[in-house]
């Protein structure tokens, strides 16, 4: 590393990290998630990514849908303070966007922005994108979406005076993008869990491909104080995706999906720090419930062995392995399923469908945001 480059980042790492004002932890045991901000990408003199026919900018996808969005959780939550980055089209500079969030002590980030290639059409789909380095075996942390970082994080060069906000950090050079690898992000966790509940929502509609959810280093993630993600929400240069955005329908779906993910995130955030104040404070809860079945075991005791996948009721997904009679889970016993860093768990399983169906009613008050999945392989797809 050239010495110059080494005092860049030792920089950075002095005056930004230091810098980020970190949420003031509270003493009420009645913490909720109080605050979300929503980030249209780009704006004003950043038009981001062009359709072929120069007819339709990112920027104008990415507020409509922000906006979709911000309409639908303060309907939907009307105590969830609902801010955004930018409400027009103007230019926010990508530092500031990071700031406006920390300054708002928000329980969590969400940044809209629209993918496209340079060559070809046929590249498609939506993405969900947290900071930190590829878990993938055989990708590092500048080969995977090292051209969608670069074209981000290039933002930077149409700031005033960017040279010496970001002091020296250069998007083009893929040794800049060493910073992100000597900061953890506290969030992670959450914020995985988050990007995990995007691309369940998001399905194969309005959008058809999931390219999945993978860690990259993005500027306004990494500055970001609280659970952050980065969402692609189509390829501007695939006409398909491109006439589902275009689509007032088109971005309400996208919108609603993403409703549909903070319903099922919130759900979690408050009950678990509900349940951990009610450990920390009270006895653990004696149970109503009928016992629970064979089937709702864990992977070390498995269901009997049938042919076929197994069914059940999915009803949290977090980064922390939680004991079976945790108090969230009501006297179910859960069966779990580890995917990544994150731990899924189910309730209810079964080797058929119509009997979770069935049963399906016995879950929805205590758990108004769960839905039914297919295990299989070890891993889970939500039942439609």
Known sequence: MKPSFRSHIT??????????????????????LKTVVIDPGH????????SRDKKTFEKDITLDIGKRLAQKISAAYPDVDVRMTRSSDVFVELENRAVFANKANANLFISIH?????????ANGYSIHCLGQS??????????????VKRENSVIMLEDNYQTTYQGYNPDDP?????????????????????????????????????????????????????????????????????????PEGRDGIAENILNAFRVFKTRYDGSLQVQHQ?????????????????????????????????GVQVLVSSKEMAPEDPFFCGFRPIVVKVGRMYKYIIGTSHSLREVKKN?????EKFPDNFIVKIEDGKTVPVR
């Open 11 to 32: 920089a950075i790492l002095a005056a930004l990290v230091l810098a980020i004002p970190v949420p003031a932890q509270q003493k009420n045991a009645d913490i909720r």
């Open 43 to 50: 704006g004003g003199k950043d038009s981001g990514c062009i």
């Open 114 to 122: 629209v993918n496209s290639v340079e060559k070809g059409t046929t």
């Open 135 to 148: 878990q993938r075996k055989g990708n590092d942390l500048y080969s995977k979406n090292l051209d969608l």
């Open 175 to 247: 040794q800049s993008s060493i910073i992100f690898s000597l900061m953890q992000n506290a969030h992670l966790g959450n914020s995985l869990a988050f990007a995990e509940n995007v691309a369940d929502a998001m399905g194969n509609k309005p959008i058809r491909h999931s390219r999945g959810v993978s860690q990259d280093p993005f500027w306004v993630l990494w500055r970001t104080a609280m659970p952050s993600v980065l969402i692609e929400v189509g390829f501007i240069t695939n006409p398909d995706d491109l006439a589902t955005m275009r689509s």
């Open 279 to 311: 450990s920390q404070e009270t006895a653990p809860v004696q149970s109503t419930e009928p016992q629970a079945t064979a089937a709702e075991t864990s992977f070390e005791q498995p269901v009997k062995e049938e042919a076929g996948p197994l069914y």
């Open 360 to 364: 399906y009613h016995r879950y929805q």
